[in-house]
């Protein structure tokens, strides 16, 4: 069993930065694939981005490449999104997940078995 939780969400102009974070509990996280996912008022819940158990491979959606960065630091059972140049339109409850141990890295939430509660983010123009 895996529990998440996140944090660092909160309200900032068009163009500022946060920087979320996602704690896991267990001692397999090292050995997960961990996501971030996204979910907008009346919209589906969207892929943000993903890093592999051992940092070495990472996905991102186009909507965030080149803004957003996902890290992870297995020394203190976290992941972590760095969000710059945000936008309104990065408005949404944040997510993180957790796959199975070694799994591939994935963009369908469907493939991730654990969740976090979600932190808001909020984008004003």
């Known amino acids: 069993q895996v529990q998440l939780v996140e944090s660092g969400g909160g309200l900032v102009q068009a163009g500022g930065s946060l920087r979320l974070s996602c704690a896991a509990s267990?001692?397999?996280?090292?050995?997960?694939?961990m996501g971030w996912f996204r979910q907008a008022p009346g919209e589906d819940r969207e892929f943000v981005a993903a890093?592999?158990?051992?940092?070495?491979?990472?996905l991102y959606a186009d909507s965030v490449k080149g803004r957003f960065t996902i890290s992870r630091d297995n020394a203190k059972n976290t992941v972590y999104l760095q969000m710059n140049y945000l936008k309104p339109e990065d408005t949404a409850l944040y997510y993180c997940?957790?796959?199975?141990?070694?799994?591939?890295?994935?963009?369908?939430?469907?493939?991730?078995?654990?969740w976090g509660q979600g932190t808001q983010v909020t984008v004003s123009s």
């Open positions: 890093i592999s158990w051992n940092a070495g491979n990472t």
């Open positions: 997940a957790a796959k199975e141990p070694y799994y591939k890295l994935s963009s369908s939430d469907d493939t991730y078995n654990y």
């Open positions: 267990g001692r397999t996280f090292s050995s997960r694939p």
